[in-house]
């Protein structure tokens, strides 16, 4: 009876073991695992109640009540009640005359158990060996008293047989079965501050800024945590379990293995101070390291925090350098917020000749000289506070009383609330620098032999002139003066005769102009004379000038004495007015003098005016020939097309036409360019362009079926016509681009023909050989139309556009569409009229024969894109 029920109880505890260790994997899933863990009590009650202890028929004995007791006590009341209804509905199903002891076996170790956690967590009775026999003991003596429910024969055989069995195991067993759990409680608590302490060391170590690392005695890496990655010396994971040697160069690496020795070797923290190339570039680190108490793998470790110093060390290496800088030969103060000197260096000492303890608690108004005047201290101070810095040139005073020039740099010092507590200032006498610079002034803007401005200076006072007149709205002049037959003079007298006879124009000049006015000589006998605040009208001022003109003449006409010599000289005059900043200084000056050689072409002695409107358009055009050839470089000439379609008005080809996508002036028609392109001789690169461009076009229309049909009509100049290799040049792109000539077109003007017809006639027919096709633009406009009319292999004639505007009103322009149309007809050649623009002009044209047609009422000039959308 003992073996059996202890057999029964060490299943069970062994059972409950068992669950412990499963319940340790659920730790951190308090509902779940209350769940899970009522279960398994349920499960290992139902396994005792399996293998019970049975007097008779219904009458088992187990473990049940050790149980269920501690897992109300262990696991509260949703563990206990989870476990109660398992095993009080299994007992259920067993059935048999202890079925209602049996039941109330069950809840009331539940209940008992949920008493006992009551009162020890209230702190009503300890949790001991003691307190758990007693509690064990009662809950067994209760079971007894329940089992009294039994019939009489059954308690009595229960009495008989069971009761000391009972009692003698199962209050010990409880007793054994509460420990054993207390001790998986207090190690599950053991691993809850396990698991707190090591989390609050991760919030630690994250929130720290430092680098943490654990490296054992030989230099391993064990543990690397930082929030900054970029200060490690690489990637954390290819850090561990790697050496120092292996990351570090070898005397860094030596360095460390020695620090960490030394760490090992005492029990008080250790620091080093040290740079490393890490992930973010070479930084200063300050490490502190202590040894741990434990090992780690085998071997003793230490951990090291390191914190970025480089920061710190740049801004007490910036405060060493200040410290070395406040002494340079720059003059240095420093002042309070209110501008009290607190500290001077030797510099300034010497530049002002106050000593450091003469200044101390002085304002600085102490070194004023009074030259400035209070708008200028008004706008350094709100300078300085605006941007908190303030830099130019002052006059302040020495000890001595004397003032001199200095330059001054202010700068405004803030506390980290951004409050002002101080201004540095430093100070460099600029007096040699000064009069240094008046004299490269003079030297730069100034003729060493007359004394008078030179070129770059009357360029200067020229340009603010041109702003003036802008606002002002008065005319000023430009007069270039040079001295006739002045090389005469310097040939047969020598050159002091002659620098003698400068200077005097010079000094004749000055009397005979203004104060205002501007005299400069630009070197030899060239002089330059600029009048300003003229008359606001043009008339008036061209009066004025010329007056002051012949008047500077006069002056010059009269004799020059020099070295007792009597010399006779005249001068040429060169003048233009302006009144805006419509030319450039440049440009005036270029214009002055055109003027004045052209005064010197008419006769010497005399003034001429330049006229501004000829030059204007000869520069004009001189600009856009250098525009044209730029845009061919650049390939900035482009194709537009304009349809033209046949009777039905379906579209059957286009004539290309040619547009300037101009950088600055955007999309220029011909009318702006064609006739320079002419002139200079650009026109024949210019056909060239649009011929290899309209080639390349019907190359690739040809690969296309719904433009394959296409022709392209483009136009030729007399130029490249009458060119030695037009020929070969027409056939050459063909074959490099692989353009049809079926589809190409070629236009010409009835004037083109007449310079030299039998050569046009026979390039002409080359070409038609291959399968170029030839029509003659603008018919009708030429000249001896009628008379080379059927010596052209032609294939076109074109109606000019001037004879189909009139119609179908016009009754002449009628008769003359008729008239081509019947001798086209009778040539055998096809008509194209162009400038069709409504129907009933289109209807006109129909009705005589004319089934090809050219005009915005089937298209304007578009682009290529467009076309092809337009398709």
Not at 375 to 384: D, I, K, S, V
Request: hydrophobic share 45%; proline share 3%; with cysteine.
């Amino acid at each position: 009876m003992f073996l059996d029920l202890v057999e029964n109880l060490t299943l069970l505890i062994a059972l409950c073991w068992l669950h412990a260790m499963i319940m340790r994997y659920l730790d951190g899933y308090e509902l779940p695992g209350k769940v899970c863990s009522g279960v398994l009590f349920g499960a290992v009650c139902i396994v005792g109640m399996m293998i019970p202890l049975e007097l008779a028929d219904g009458l088992i004995f187990d473990g049940r009540t050790v149980v269920l007791s501690m897992a109300a006590f262990f696991g509260g009341p949703l563990v206990a009640g989870i476990a109660g209804v398992m095993a009080g509905l299994f007992r259920l199903s067993l059935g048999g005359v202890g079925l209602m002891p049996g039941l109330l076996n069950v809840a009331m170790p539940v209940l008992m158990g949920l008493l006992f956690r009551y009162l020890y967590r209230h702190h009503r009775i300890p949790f001991n060996v003691l307190s758990l026999l007693i509690f064990s003991a009662g809950m067994h003596l209760l079971e007894v008293l329940i089992l009294a429910l039994l019939p009489a024969d059954n308690y009595a055989l229960f009495l008989e047989h069971a009761l000391v069995p009972l009692l003698a195991v199962l209050i010990p067993a409880a007793v054994l079965l509460g420990l054993l759990l207390e001790d998986v409680e207090q190690q599950r608590q053991a691993r809850d501050a396990l698991r707190q302490s090591e989390a609050y060391l991760k919030a630690v170590t994250d929130a720290v800024p430092d680098v943490f690392m654990v490296l054992d005695e030989q230099g391993t890496y064990l543990k690397v945590s930082t929030p900054q990655h970029e200060l490690l010396a690489a990637e954390q994971s290819k850090l561990l379990n790697r050496r120092l040697q292996d990351v570090l160069p070898k005397e860094q690496a030596d360095r460390f293995l020695e620090f960490i020795a030394r760490t090992l070797d005492t029990d008080q923290p250790q620091s080093i101070e040290y740079s490393m190339q890490t992930l973010a570039g070479i930084r200063t680190f300050e490490a502190r390291a202590r040894r741990l108490e434990v090992m780690v793998g085998g071997r003793r470790a230490v951990v090291l925090l390191a914190r970025d110093i480089s920061d710190r060390v740049a801004l007490e290496l910036d405060q060493r350098i200040a410290a070395i800088a406040f002494e340079s030969q720059q003059g240095m103060l420093v002042t309070d917020a209110h501008t009290r000197i607190i500290k001077a260096n030797r510099a300034f000492s010497a530049i002002t000749g106050y000593s450091e303890a003469e200044v101390l608690g002085q304002p600085t108004r102490i070194l004023g000289s009074g030259h400035q005047g209070a708008e200028f201290y008004r706008q350094m101070w709100q300078a300085l506070y605006e941007t908190g810095g303030w830099q130019g040139e002052i006059w302040n005073r020495r000890k001595s009383g004397e003032a001199f020039p200095e330059w001054l740099t202010i700068s405004a010092v803030h506390d980290a609330k951004g409050r002002l507590t101080n201004y540095v200032a430093s100070l460099t006498d600029i007096s040699e620098r000064k009069d240094a610079e008046e004299k490269i002034q003079h030297l730069a803007f100034y003729d060493p032999l007359t004394n008078l401005p030179n070129r770059r200076l009357m360029r200067q006072r020229l340009e603010q002139a041109l702003v003036v007149c802008r606002r002002e709205q008065h005319y000023a002049a430009l007069i270039f003066l040079d001295l006739d037959d002045f090389k005469n003079v310097n040939d047969l007298y020598g050159h002091q005769i002659g620098d003698g006879m400068l200077c005097q124009v010079a000094e004749r000049l000055r009397h005979a102009l203004r104060e205002r006015d501007t005299v400069a000589r630009f070197g030899g006998d060239e002089f330059v004379v600029l009048l300003e605040g003229l008359e606001v009208n043009a008339t008036e001022a061209a009066t004025q000038v010329e007056h002051i003109g012949r008047k500077l003449l006069q002056t010059l006409r009269e004799p020059y004495l020099i070295k007792d010599q009597v010399f006779s000289s005249s001068a040429s005059l060169g003048i233009v007015l302006f009144n805006d900043e419509q030319h450039t200084a440049d440009e005036l000056m270029q214009y002055a003098d055109l003027s004045m050689y052209s005064a010197k072409a008419a006769g010497k002695d005399m003034l001429s005016f330049y006229d501004p409107q000829m030059q204007a358009v000869v520069s004009m055009r001189i600009e856009l020939e250098e525009d044209i050839r730029r845009g061919l470089a650049q390939e900035e000439f482009v194709l537009y097309l304009q349809p033209q379609a046949d009777a039905s008005g379906n579209v059957e080809g286009a004539e290309a036409l040619v547009r300037w996508q101009h950088p600055a002036r955007g999309l220029l028609a011909p009318g702006v360019f064609i006739d320079i392109a002419e002139r200079s001789g650009l026109i024949e690169p210019l056909d060239l362009a649009i011929l290899r461009q309209g080639c390349e076009l019907l190359a690739r229309w040809a690969q296309q079926p719904h433009t394959a049909a296409l022709t392209l009509a483009i136009n030729i100049s007399a130029r490249f016509l009458y060119r030695d290799d037009f020929v070969c040049q027409v056939r050459d792109i063909l074959q490099h681009t692989g353009a049809s000539a079926l589809q190409l077109k070629l236009e010409i003007t009835e004037s083109l023909l007449l310079t030299d017809v039998d050569k046009a006639v026979s390039r002409m027919q080359l070409l038609r050989d291959m399968g170029v096709r030839f029509a003659i633009d603008d018919f009708g406009t030429g000249y001896s139309s009628m008379a080379y009319l059927q010596r052209l292999p032609l294939d076109q004639l074109k109606i000019d556009q001037s004879f189909v505007r009139g119609l179908p009103d016009d009754k002449g322009n009628v008769a003359i569409v008729r008239a081509i149309l019947s001798m086209a007809e009778g040539l055998e050649l096809e008509v194209i009229a162009e400038g069709v623009e409504h129907p009933a002009q289109q209807d006109i044209l129909r009705l005589h024969g004319c089934r090809h047609f050219q005009g915005y009422l089937f298209g304007k000039p578009m682009s290529v894109d467009a076309f092809i959308e337009l398709l």
